[in-house]
């Protein structure tokens, strides 16, 4: 059993567990709650009607959440020749190749997102094991084996986060920071929320969004109301 903290018990206390809020009642009462000594990052967690064990049941993707996330992401590309140069140039913080993959097999994991062009795969596809249970393994579908890496660094930088299910069949992602106006932070929400809800698979039957809470880095979560 998870033992927490007195401050994060007593920030529990004041969230009722029985009610659904709506997004902007669950940020304000979550921002209202006592603070931890650091800007906290909020993060929803939606739980989806599927079967994780079925692969044409699994959600993966990417969305740029029009408020940012208000953090500095780091970048390692992997890309050569014109396409590194366009990286750098984007702001990617660490761009190589065969010596990239070396260094990432060599235990470095100092990353949030991993873009690589089409050609670079030879390197990449020998990481799964590494990157896979990361959840940092690029893949077309999230927008991160790109052609246009430049653009991708752009996007990431910008905003965009990467989410997949897990094996209980959630998903997760930050919204952005506890100092966020409460606005901001339910326009990512609903950007968010919009993006997964059109990759319902189509083998997925009944309710496809089952729960959705959200809450702070070192806080309580509140469940959110949801009629889709």
Known sequence: MTKHSKRFNQAAAKVDREQNYSPAEAFDLLKGLPAAKFDETFEVAIRLGIDPRKSDQLVR?????PKGLGKK?????????EKAEAAKEAGADVVGSADLAERIQGGWMGFDVVIASPDMMKYVGRLGKVLGPQGKMPSPKSGTVTADVAQAVTDFKAGKV????????????????RSFDTNDLVANLGAFLDHVTGLRPAAVKGVFVRKISVSTTMGPGATIQYGG
């Open 162 to 177: 990467e989410f997949r299910t897990d094996a209980g069949g959630n998903v997760h992602a930050p919204l952005g920071k």
């Open 61 to 65: 993707g990417a969305v740029s959440l």
């Open 73 to 81: 992401v780091f970048i390692a590309v992997f890309a050569e020749g």
